[in-house]
Structure formats: C-alpha cells, structure tokens
C-alpha cells in the first residue's frame, strides 16, 4: 500500500512539474481579402493557464512569406502573450501557412494558422483623378 501511494505521489509531482499550458484566443487568423502592399502584421493572444513559467523556445514558418516573432520573456502564470506574424502582402493569391510553436508547455508543439487572399492594388482610385 505504501509503494502505491508514493508511486502516485511521484506522479503528481512530475505530473505538476510540466504544468505550464497555452491558452489562446484562437488558433487560426483569416486574414480575409486583402490588398497588395496592406499591413500583413497579426497577432495571436494567449494565457499561461498553467501554475509555472512559460518559455517560448523558439516559433517556425512553412516559409519566409511569414515571419513570426516569438516573446521573449517567460510568460508567468495567468500573464498573457503574443506572437506577431507578418504576412508579405507583395505576394498576390491565396495563401494558408501554418507556424509551429516549440516550448515547455505539456505539449511541446504547437501548431497555428493563417489565411487569406492578396489582391491587386484597385485602378478606381486612380482612375477618378
């Protein structure tokens, strides 16, 4: 009896020692339509739902037409965070990226997404001169 108490004791402790954990606001940002050469910066909100520090390792792009930057500063218990992504809204077409999350949460990756379609700058203005 006394070995399975201190076997789930262990297991609480270890269990506890790891229990830093995102919350985000959403996982997944439409960018919508969009012009050519429009602010292609968004923001991914999130809270440290668990009870240590969390720490951003690092934040990877599918490729360079998106550019995450991580926090960089642990983000304490119950503090919320961002991660800006960048979009290069020179490319014109639909885009779908996804960016990946490495920390020392429970789940160790995380992966986002962004959205949306770039269109060509609209000749109206132009055209009323």
Known sequence: M??????????????????????????????????KGDDGVRVFEFTNIGNAPLIIKDIKSACGCAVPKKPEKPIMPGEKGKIEVSYDTKRVGG????????????????MLKIKGIVTEEKNSEKEKV
């Open 95 to 110: 885009f779908s990226k996804a960016i990946t999350i490495i920390s020392n949460a429970k789940t160790s990756r995380k």
């Open 2 to 35: 006394r070995t399975i108490v201190v076997c789930i004791a262990v297991c609480l402790i270890a269990f506890t020692a790891n229990a830093q954990e995102f919350q985000f606001e959403t996982a997944s940002i439409d960018y919508g339509k969009i012009t």
